[in-house]
């Protein structure tokens, strides 16, 4: 397997960040009531983990060391701002639902986590791939989260209807966002332990 693609796919599989790594809980466990919820923050995510990205490993060699991480920070938050722009003049609705979980985009750790231990010490190439790697891993987790908690809660996927009377409330709830993250990730470790 090449280098880059090794790159890519060790942000889905490897270094999973909510199913091995356990970063972003915060952003997985409340946004994630639904799938489409869990899909838009993640798909933010995913933004701003590879523009960040690949600013930083850009200037890597201009910013000095001692104003590094907060260097980082005004990278990362000009993105967060231009997502949350965009995002409440496209998808309002989505913005609205979200709500102050899109500025805190800013102080993920994830973001700040890939941009110290990635973006500072490789070319731009490997950073965008790693970006892209890591934040598509956060999507498709949050995504996957979302539509158990989705079917489970309310019986629809998407906001679709999938059988009549609904579901189990404690699944739309903070105690079900615990209960389907703890079985996703056994689920998870289980199919790429089998993988490697």
């Not at 070319?123 to 965008?128: H, I, N």
């Amino acid at each position: 397997m090449g280098k880059n693609l090794k790159v890519f796919t060790d942000g889905i599989l490897k270094n999973n960040p909510t199913f091995v790594l356990v970063l972003g809980m915060c952003p997985t466990l409340a946004t994630t009531t639904s799938a489409l919820n869990g899909m838009g923050m993640g798909v933010a995510t995913l933004f701003v983990l590879v523009m960040s990205n690949i600013v930083i490993s850009l200037l890597k060699s201009v910013i000095p060391d001692k104003v590094r991480i907060p260097a980082y920070i005004v990278v990362i938050s000009s993105f967060v701002t231009v997502v949350q722009l965009l995002m409440q003049a496209y998808v309002q609705d989505l913005y609205n639902t979200l709500g102050v979980f899109i500025p805190l985009i800013v102080v993920n750790c994830i973001i700040l986590g890939r941009a110290e231990a990635f973006a500072s010490k490789n070319g731009v190439w490997a950073s965008a791939l790693d970006g892209l790697g890591i934040g598509l891993g956060f999507t498709l987790s949050l995504t996957a989260i979302g539509i158990v908690r989705e079917v489970l809660g309310n019986g629809q996927i998407f906001g679709m209807d999938i059988w009549q009377g609904g579901g189990a409330l404690v699944f739309v709830l903070s105690p079900g966002a615990f209960f389907v993250l703890g079985y996703l990730m056994i689920l998870f470790r289980r199919l790429t332990a089998k993988t490697n």
